[in-house]
Each structure stands twice: as structure tokens, then as C-alpha cells.
């Protein structure tokens, strides 16, 4: 899982009611969240209260199907934030069609990113044109039950490809603690490559301290990967 963090939180307030563009690929529907829906709130509490999910995001475990529905209110329903559905639901059961399993979001790169880069002038000279408003940066989950399946890679893959195709983003950072090693090797396989490491990030919504891999693809990257992959 990507780190999320505080920091956006008011932006991607200042965002609700945008519109959100439903993205497909073989298996997934990412849409947008659905506001004032019970059942869209009990599925995302039901992923989201597993402590095992928002820790390694930078979040508290839900503790309420309330405060699920808030968070979908307040925080999820903005522009550029995904549910992760699976179509026709999931074979062991455990989601039915179109129930929310986790999400993913293109959100402003965060101070997690921007101050590692630029406090050491050989990484701003060359990332530093990378940290405005022509790039943007991950933050996603998906719920336990469906770890190890390649959900996670295939949502990525779309957004990422919604990013530099749609959007025209230069380029598109991911974070993750050095303690969650599953979700770099998810960046990996998208192409996404370490440019730094920050130690000691406080993370205020779990009060915790984590060291950061920081890592990055531009549209040239990205690009250039498709093109490989169609030799």
C-alpha cells in the first residue's frame, strides 16, 4: 500500500464534487465512491478496519461503518480517487460485484516527496522540475483478501496510464515505508523506480515514524515501457 498522509487532505476537500472517470481494465472497475451509501460504507469498513491496511497507509484503522461513510463524504469522493472494484465480484465470496475492495488516488505531491528532493541540490537539479502542478502522486490500498492476486499492479497500470495519457502528467511519485517492501515491489512492476530514501517521516494521523522510499516514472518512462511491451 502507498502512503497516504495529512497534508491533502484540505485540497482534496476543495475537490469534492469533480468529476471522477470510471477506468476498466480485465478484471477491475475503478469508479468513483459513492456518497450516503450504506452498503459502500459497510464494504469499505470491512477492508479498511483490518489494522493491517492503514497503518502501512499512514491512516487509522475505521473503527465504525459512521465513520466510514464520513471519510467517503469528506475524503474519498474528490476528483482523482478510485474505489476498486472486482467485475463480477470476487470467486471466494469474499466481494460481490461492484462492492468497494479497496482504492487508489492520484493526489499533489506531498511534502514527503518535495523536501527530501529539495534539500540535496543534485536531486533537485534533476527531479525538482517534477514537484508541481505537472505531476501528481499515488496513494492507494486493496483489502487483504486480495493481496497476491495482481489487483494491485492492474489498478496501477490504469491510473497510471489515465495520468500521462489523460491528464498530460510529466510525471507521477510513489511512497512507501521501507518496512512495507510489498507495496515497492507493486511500484516496480509499474515502472516506478527509487530516487531517494527520507528516514524518520512522523506521520501525524498515526503518530508513528516510518522511513520513506520515494520513488518515481515520467510520461517518457512510461511511455517507453509501453512501447517495449508491444515489441
Known sequence: MATENAGTLETRRQAKGATVNNLETERLLLRPWKVDDTAEAASLFRYASDPEIGIKCGWPPHTRIEGSMNDIRNILAVENNWAITIKGGNIAGQAADGDPVGSI??????????????????????????????ALELGYWI???????????????AVLDYAFNSLHM???????????PQSGRVMAKCGLHIVTESEHDYFPLIDRYFDHVIRIITANEWRDRQTDRHI
Do not use: C
Open 170 to 180: 510529466d510525471a507521477v511519485w510513489g511512497g512507501h515505508y521501507r518496512e512495507n
Open 143 to 157: 483489502g487483504r483478501p486480495f493481496w497476491g492476486k495482481g489487483y494491485m499492479p492492474e489498478a496501477l497500470r
Open 105 to 134: 488516488a492520484l493526489k499533489p505531491v506531498s511534502h514527503y516527496t518535495i523536501d527530501p528532493i529539495t534539500a540535496n541540490p543534485e536531486l533537485s537539479k534533476q527531479y525538482g522540475k517534477y514537484l508541481g502542478d505537472n
